[in-house]
């Protein structure tokens, strides 16, 4: 295991949120979408279940998107901004399946602060074991959705096997012609 895996999962969860967006779609429009997104990712604390949470969360995903592309000092600001902006304690907590792990938040912070503070949790391990270029963004052309690559040989290339099967047939119909 390449990080802890509070952090992969937090890693993940990120790129997620940010993929709910995308160029011709957005995933994330009503309270019924993010109560999956939560329930999937597992996300604890408190909740208000209303259009106003809903759109704190979505206005943090372009803020997250931006992370991927951004260079190691670039990163390092934007990250302290996000914890200094949250007031982030981080602590040690266990709940549910996990044992312990680190919590930055209370649990009654707004579920975006939660989110983006875990996200900053996450590439502050990132930045320091200076693995930046674990995160990518797909490598198809007609996708820019956020990839991380967690496996030993730094391989992973594309956001699913839907994009990754569609640039292979591309790239065999092209040699076949």
Known sequence: M??????????????ALVNTQGRDRDLLE???????????????????RDRAELDEVRALRPLLRRLW???EDALVKQVNGMLRDAHALPQLTAHGEWGYHLHA???????????????????VDVIRQGELDRLQVCD??????????LSKNRSKRYCS???SNRVNVAAFRARHR
């Open 105 to 123: 938040t209370a649990s009654n912070a707004p579920l975006a602060d939660r989110m983006a503070v875990e996200a900053a949790m996450a590439f």
């Open 30 to 48: 009503t309270v019924g979408q993010l109560d999956e997104v939560v329930r999937e990712w597992g996300w604890t604390g408190s909740r208000r």
């Open 161 to 163: 096997t839907t994009c």
């Open 69 to 71: 592309r951004m260079d």
């Open 2 to 15: 390449l990080f802890a895996h509070d952090t992969e999962v937090a890693l993940n969860a990120a790129a």
């Open 140 to 149: 198809a052309d007609d996708c820019d959705d956020a990839v991380v690559d």
